[in-house]
C-alpha cells in the first residue's frame, strides 16, 4: 500500500514562504508522476503543479513564479515550496502520486495565511 505523509503546514503571515514535504514509502522515480493539489472550504480540490518521472513540472496559473515542485530521490520525497503567500493560498494541500491509472493520496497538511 502506497502511503504518502505531507507535512509543513502552517499559519503564516501574506507575504511569507512555507515548503511542503511528502514523504512517500516507495522510491518515487516508480511513480509516472507526483504532484500538489489544495482543497479550500466551500471549494474543489484544484490542482497546484507536478512533476513527472522524467522532471518536467507543470503549475497551475495561479502557482507560476510563486510556487516550485521539487525532489529528492534518496529520500522519496516530494517539496512544494511556496512564496509571496496569500489569503487565497489557504487550504489543505495534498500530495498526489500516479502510477498508471492508479491514483495516491496523502491526508493533507493545512496552510493558513492570515494576518
Known amino acids: 500500500q502506497v502511503q504518502l505523509v505531507e507535512s509543513g503546514g502552517d499559519l503564516v503571515q501574506p507575504g511569507e514562504s512555507l515548503r511542503l514535504s511528502c514523504a512517500a514509502s516507495?522510491?518515487?522515480?516508480?511513480?509516472?508522476?507526483m504532484g500538489w493539489y489544495r482543497q479550500a472550504p466551500g471549494e474543489e480540490r484544484e490542482l497546484v503543479a507536478t512533476?513527472?518521472?522524467?522532471?518536467?513540472?507543470n503549475y497551475a496559473d495561479f502557482a507560476k513564479d510563486r510556487f516550485t515542485i521539487s525532489r529528492d530521490g534518496p529520500s522519496n520525497t516530494v517539496y512544494l515550496q511556496m512564496g509571496s503567500l496569500k489569503p487565497e493560498d489557504t487550504a489543505v494541500y495534498y500530495c498526489?502520486?500516479?502510477?498508471?491509472?492508479?491514483?495516491?493520496w496523502g491526508q493533507g497538511t493545512q496552510v493558513t495565511v492570515s494576518s
Open positions: 512533476i513527472t518521472v522524467g522532471g518536467t513540472t
Open positions: 498526489n502520486a500516479r502510477r498508471l491509472s492508479n491514483y495516491y
Open positions: 516507495e522510491n518515487i522515480f516508480d511513480f509516472n508522476a
